[in-house]
Nanobody, 126 residues
């Protein structure tokens, strides 16, 4: 089992920044990728970013490319999502996920992930 806990969400104005964090515990060796997804009310879950535990591989969804940065801290088993230049359309519940896949990019689909956090709310006002 892998447990994931997100933190760092909140209410900010457009143009502001937030940094989300995902703490992983349990059998983290069973997963080789981490990802961030988001889901707004009434909409499907959307891919945001993914990163491998090893190497420098990252990949971003088109809507956040150039504004968001995913990073990892292997010693603490944490993954962060730095969110800059936030827009009202970024408002959603953000979920951290752990999975296992080969090739790159992989992990852009929710089906690649076995473990999910409970989500953290991000609200951006105009």
């Amino acid at each position: 089992q892998v447990q994931l806990v997100e933190s760092g969400g909140g209410l900010v104005q457009a143009g502001a920044s937030l940094r989300l964090s995902c703490a992983a515990s349990g059998r983290t060796f069973s997963s080789n990728i981490m990802g961030w997804f988001r889901q707004a009310p009434g909409k499907e879950r959307e891919f945001v970013a993914t990163i491998r535990w090893s190497g420098s591989y990252t990949y971003y969804g088109d809507s956040v490319k150039g504004r968001f940065t995913i990073s990892r801290d292997n010693t603490r088993n944490t993954v962060a999502l730095q969110m800059n230049s936030l827009k009202p359309e970024d408002t959603a519940v953000y979920y951290c996920a752990a999975g296992d896949c080969g090739g790159w990019p992989c992990g852009t689909r929710s089906q690649a992930y076995k473990y999910w956090g409970q989500g953290t709310q991000v609200t951006v006002s105009s």
